[in-house]
């Protein structure tokens, strides 16, 4: 039994249409941006995924968090079709990946890399466009992006952000309706970000597909409709921003206390766990004003701290190597 | 950029994505690069003026002279480091991640590298042609048209185990550096091959120098002109033309496990 916060992932999964009927048609207006099922994906002995599912629908922004070694850049190669997966099936719109990207449905941004010096910024648009069989027009994707005026430059004489924009600006190319990047804002200020993500927005209106790799959990929780976290090669959680905050929800107690009452404690309505380690005593409740009032009116508790969870707490709770069952993580998180 | 988007009216490119404008970007991109001109006009074409002019060059040799030998040498020369160039390019857009850009397009692999190999040998046909006009000019060396014709031809085929080559070497040693020991490495094997000066036949040299890539192709460049071609020669450019595809194919599988 993989280690699943449940109430998440089951509500998720539990709430999307089944079209199981699309599969193996042509793509279909029907057809999941990403459908990968039960996808492993081993390097030798390396177990770097270990079995996801993951639908996104067209329209969706989705992000992913995970800490290094999670797993997310094999599970996006392998959706770009830039790796097999060991085992599983991996669909975008309904098709292979490499018919994707083949039909320009696909794109995707990485952060370093992937652009040639000694090509000037038009020439590098040039090339990239008269590889699609549709295209929108090189000077307008230029002026979209905002390079018309460094069109002639070379690419190593532009600075990081303006080889960002231009990265921006091949894959932009063919309209993909699947738009994969891996830390689109780092380096942006407050502004560019702001600008960047009222950009995405405006096109997932019209249908596009966003699924972006991030570390910025505020960013994540502001601007994705839903939130994959992974962690050792596994989807621990999925949800919304505010399903993944309500795992953080509640609060801890804990005080020192000699000889405490584990059973009273317990008892006490709204309490998740309570643990006794030698003089210190930590309650974890959805309310702990009851906790608080037993504690310093029936007890001879003192030293009284009550800390909350953010969802930075959730993110390292569910994501942290503390143990192979998330439920139990969870209740670990604010130690 | 207001319309919805379909992903049901996509199409797929004809030709994998082989077009012009990537042909002719990738040109002028070559021909942009000072060291590509170096090696590919004015080394091989120098190098022939200075060994191809001095006494003894109007000697015959098979149907033409010895002015006319030295010339294809120069030219085969001056096609494989131009080819070799050309091949070590393909790591190096490997390591700069534009492998992995290209790979998010329709371009196929295959037609990748078939272009890449195309641009090689129209290089390789530009270096070829350069000392060839040259030579004409300078109007020392002499043979017979179809001669000049075929050897040209020859030369330009031989160009391909040294496109290989390249993308090997330019596996083994990433970046730039590659050109640095293909460079000297060449002109080594060049003077082992025959190229540069005429080895003693018999001698221990040669009995070594036989068995190194630059002598097969050298003597299958040069059979329509001396008339002779020795079957070692024959198997030598094939063995080493596998060694090398071999090679590249080897380390390129290595590479895209983890692109």
């Given amino acids: 039994m993989p280690p699943r916060c449940g109430s998440i992932v089951g509500m998720d999964l539990a709430s999307l249409p089944d079209d199981r009927t699309t599969l193996g048609r042509p793509s279909g207006p029907s057809a999941a941006a990403i459908r990968l099922r039960d996808v492993t994906k081993d390097f030798g002995p390396v177990h770097a995924v270990r079995g996801i599912d993951l639908t996104v629908e067209p329209g969706e922004i989705v992000a992913f968090l995970g800490p290094n070694g999670a797993g997310k850049t094999t599970t996006l190669d392998i959706v770009l079709g830039l790796s097999q997966a060991t085992t599983g099936t991996a669909d975008v719109f309904g098709l292979q990946p490499r018919q994707a990207i083949a039909r320009g449905l696909v794109a995707a941004v990485m952060q370093t890399g992937g652009l040639l010096k000694d090509l000037s910024v038009r020439e590098t648009v040039a090339y990239m466009a008269s590889l699609f069989a549709d295209t929108r027009p090189v000077d307008d994707v230029l002026a979209h992006a905002g390079i018309s005026g460094l069109a002639n430059r070379k690419v190593g004489k532009c600075s990081g952000g303006e080889q960002q924009r231009l990265r921006f600006a091949m894959a932009l190319l063919s309209d993909p309706a699947l738009l994969l990047l891996d830390e689109p804002t780092t380096g942006m200020d407050v502004e560019g970000r702001r600008a960047f993500w009222a950009a995405i927005r405006a096109d997932a209106e019209r249908g596009r597909t966003v699924l972006f790799a991030t570390h910025y959990l505020e960013e994540a929780d502001q601007y994705a409709d839903r939130i994959v976290l992974m962690r050792k090669g596994r989807i621990v959680a999925d949800g919304s921003g505010s399903q993944i905050r309500a795992l953080a929800a509640g609060r801890t107690v804990r005080a020192t206390l000699e000889r405490a009452d584990h059973g009273a404690l317990s008892r006490i309505d709204g309490v998740e766990s309570v643990e006794v380690r030698g003089d210190t005593v930590l309650v974890h409740a959805k309310d702990t004003d009851p906790v608080a009032r037993y504690l310093l009116t029936q007890t001879s508790a003192h030293d009284l701290e009550i800390t909350a969870r953010g969802i930075e707490q959730a993110f390292l709770a569910l994501t942290g190597d503390h143990g192979d069952d998330t439920t139990a993580t969870l209740e670990g998180g604010t130690r | ?259």
């Fill in chain 2, 1 to 259: 950029m207001t319309t919805t988007i379909d992903p049901t009216t996509r199409r797929v490119p004809r030709l994998g994505g082989l077009n012009l404008t990537v042909l002719r970007i990738e040109l002028t991109r070559m021909l942009r690069n000072r060291r590509t001109i170096v090696f590919t006009f004015v080394f091989p074409a120098a190098l022939f003026l200075a060994i191809g002019s001095g006494a003894g060059t109007d000697e015959r040799v098979g149907h033409g002279n010895v002015a006319a030998y030295i010339m294809v040498s120069m030219a085969l020369y001056g096609a494989a480091l131009t080819a070799a160039a050309g091949g070590a390019m393909v790591a190096t857009e490997r390591a700069m991640g534009w492998s992995r850009q290209l790979r998010l397009t329709p371009l196929h692999p295959a037609v990748y590298i078939s272009m890449k190999a195309l641009i090689a040998l129209i290089l390789g046909a530009v270096a070829i042609l350069v000392v060839n006009v040259v030579g004409l000019v300078q109007d020392k060396a002499s043979m017979p048209a179809h001669v000049w014709a075929e050897c040209a031809v020859l030369t330009l085929v031989c160009t391909m185990v040294f496109a290989a080559l390249g993308v090997f070497v330019g596996y083994l040693v990433p970046g730039e550096n590659a050109m640095q020991i293909l460079g000297p490495g060449l002109a080594l094997l060049s003077f082992l091959g025959n190229v540069f000066i005429p080895l003693d036949s018999g001698s221990t040299l040669w009995d070594i120098a036989a068995w190194t890539p630059m002598f097969g192709v050298a003597e299958v460049s040069r059979a329509p002109l001396t008339g002779e071609l020795p079957w070692y020669a024959v198997v030598n450019a094939v063995a080493w033309l596998a060694v090398f595809v071999a090679g590249a194919a080897w380390r390129m599988s290595k590479d895209t496990a983890r692109v």
